[in-house]
């Protein structure tokens, strides 16, 4: 569910019209609805009811400050990948406690940081990880709270660059080696055990793959408790889908979710860490556009944007399929026709759609991608010298940019030449 509805012929975000948004901020841009992020964070926390849970929002999705402090307020932690994601978390207020690192390439200076700032775990993704933990705190005098992320071979079904529980992917320690690490980790100076960690992908749409890999989870907390480790917490990560397309099949909702993880793990009386992003921001926010052109071309017709790869990367990155519709309200009956949907860069890949069936449209006229909160803004780019898409939050009948779009001149001034130039 989200909050942008037509409202008297114009597509609205809560109580905003997108044309009013357009009018004042300019476009591309995106906008978010406060609604749909705090509907979702909640969605997820009934899901979970009696059970002791902590939700650490991952906020590589989107981390605009507004958007983290919404669901900060709300009780939310954060599940970070960087020294930058963690200083973003401690600016919107989340105490270290609420916080949970994750990452395959932790640097000595982000696990300082975290260490002295506070954490409530590390997800260790390997052996030479854990050494480097275990000497910083050492050093520091100071106790690392670990989960070691394993790896469960489980085939999430989803696009290949977004699955992470496979043997293949990068992520985590093979879950057969999973005990030896552990008792590795026991030993070591500064480093206390407490959970286990396991992540398998993101966009999943079906819930098999889940309760596969926490089934094996379930197994091995079993055997670390019986190896005398006290395992007090799962980090069973994130990866619940969204409907990105107007289908009939939805992918599986939180409630379920959340059966499946009392059912799977529930008896072990663990603290449960969920990681959602995608499914508490991606319909939360849309990225509007204007046609500039309606181009003829040989055999199709392309519809010229000003928003662009650089400013949504996923079509052209993951070939993903993102629903655009028009910010006016087509008439009953309107005419449709069938569009290349692109943007200005110049490469080829600065495609959204093909072949796309659309009500008409002409130069001049707003569309909005929707379920486009998710991995658009914090992977958008300047490419071709393209500012930054602004960020507007709307909360009932307000707005703020919450982003700003940068100006050429001070895109410009961040360049430095040299002296000797």
Not at 61 to 84: E, F, K, Y
Request: proline residues 5%; hydrophobic residues 45%.
């Amino acid at each position: 569910m989200d909050h942008f509805r037509y409202r008297d012929g114009v597509l609205c975000a809560e109580d905003v019209a997108l044309s009013d948004i357009a009018a004042t901020v300019g476009t591309p841009a995106y906008v978010y609805s406060t609604a749909t992020l705090e509907r979702h964070y909640k969605l997820f926390d009934e899901a979970l009811g009696d059970l002791p849970h902590t939700i650490c929002y991952a906020m590589k999705a989107a981390s605009n400050q507004a958007i983290l402090t919404t669901l900060a307020r709300l009780g939310a932690g954060m599940d970070v990948v960087s020294g930058g994601e963690y200083a973003r978390a401690k600016a919107a207020g989340v105490p270290g406690e609420r916080i949970v690192f994750s990452g395959v390439g932790k640097t000595e200076e982000e696990i300082r940081a975290a260490l002295t700032g506070g954490v409530k775990q590390f997800n260790v993704e390997s052996e030479p990880e854990l050494a480097v933990l275990s000497r910083v705190a050492a050093e520091l005098g100071v106790t690392a709270p670990i989960a070691l992320r394993v790896n469960p071979d489980v085939d999430a079904r989803t696009h290949a660059k977004i699955s992470t529980g496979k043997s293949e992917n990068k992520f985590g320690i093979p879950i057969s080696k999973a005990r030896a690490v552990y008792a590795e980790a026991a030993a070591l100076l500064g480093i206390e055990v407490v959970g286990v960690d396991v992540h398998i992908g993101s966009q999943l749409t079906e819930l098999e793959p889940f309760e596969a890999a926490f089934t094996r989870v379930a197994e091995l907390t079993e055997a670390l408790r019986a190896d005398g480790h006290d395992i007090r917490r799962l980090d069973l990560g994130g990866g619940l889908g969204i409907p990105y397309q107007n289908t009939n099949e939805a992918p599986p909702l939180p409630f379920d979710y959340g059966a499946l993880i009392r059912r799977t793990v529930g008896h072990l009386g663990c603290e449960i860490e969920i990681e959602p992003g995608r499914l508490i921001a991606g319909n939360a926010g849309i990225l509007l556009a204007r046609v500039i052109y309606v181009k003829e071309g040989e055999g199709r017709r392309f519809l010229i944007l000003d928003a662009a790869m650089n400013d949504l990367i996923r079509p052209a990155m993951y070939d993903a399929w993102h629903d655009i519709v028009p910010v006016k309200e087509p008439a009953a009956g309107a005419g449709r026709v069938t569009y290349d949907v692109v943007g200005p860069v110049c490469e080829s890949g600065d495609t959204f759609a093909k072949a796309r069936d659309l009500p008409e449209l002409a130069a001049g006229d707003l569309v909005a991608f929707r379920s486009a909160g998710a991995y658009g803004a914090v992977m958008s780019s300047e490419y071709n010298t393209r500012p930054l898409v602004p960020e507007v939050l709307v909360k009932n009948d307000h707005h703020a940019v919450i982003r700003a779009r940068p100006s050429f001149e001070e895109m410009i001034a961040r360049d430095t030449i040299p002296a000797w130039l």
